[in-house]
């Protein structure tokens, strides 16, 4: 994902991920893609009115629910927390290594963005 400075799935995120399930390897893939379940691509493919985040109004793309969204502003500290005080929190970092895809899937439940998509499916 250009946007995330990522050119493919990286050695680490191939390694990251053998532990994910199918289905939160599933939304990692999506968000390095942006190929996901946020306003932007669903009105990009015609499927949406527009582009904008639902929580605050600005354009919702995969950069903006990660990491600017003022709505989940709480949740992203959290994702900052867990992913240590000395870890640098860039998209690329949190789509890219293990600390960071880790507490990314617990921002991505936390924020109940994926609700539908992701009912049952346990935290790891």
Not at 79 to 104: H, I, N, S, Y
Request: glycine content about 12%; proline content about 3%.
């Amino acid at each position: 994902m250009k946007e995330a400075g990522i050119d493919g799935p990286s050695p680490v995120f191939m390694r990251s991920s053998g532990g994910l399930s199918k289905a939160h390897t599933s939304i990692v893939t999506q968000l390095r893609t942006g190929h996901a379940h946020l306003n932007r691509h669903w009105w990009r493919i015609g499927l949406r009115e527009g582009p904008d985040c639902d929580e605050c109004g600005e354009e919702e793309t995969v950069k903006h629910f990660v990491m600017e969204c003022r709505g989940y502003r709480s949740q992203r500290q959290r994702m900052k927390r867990a992913m240590g005080k000395d870890a640098e929190f860039t998209l690329a970092t949190v789509l890219g290594t293990e600390k960071g895809v880790a507490a990314l899937i617990d921002y991505v439940q936390e924020t109940r963005r994926w609700t539908g998509f992701m009912r049952g499916i346990r935290p790891i």
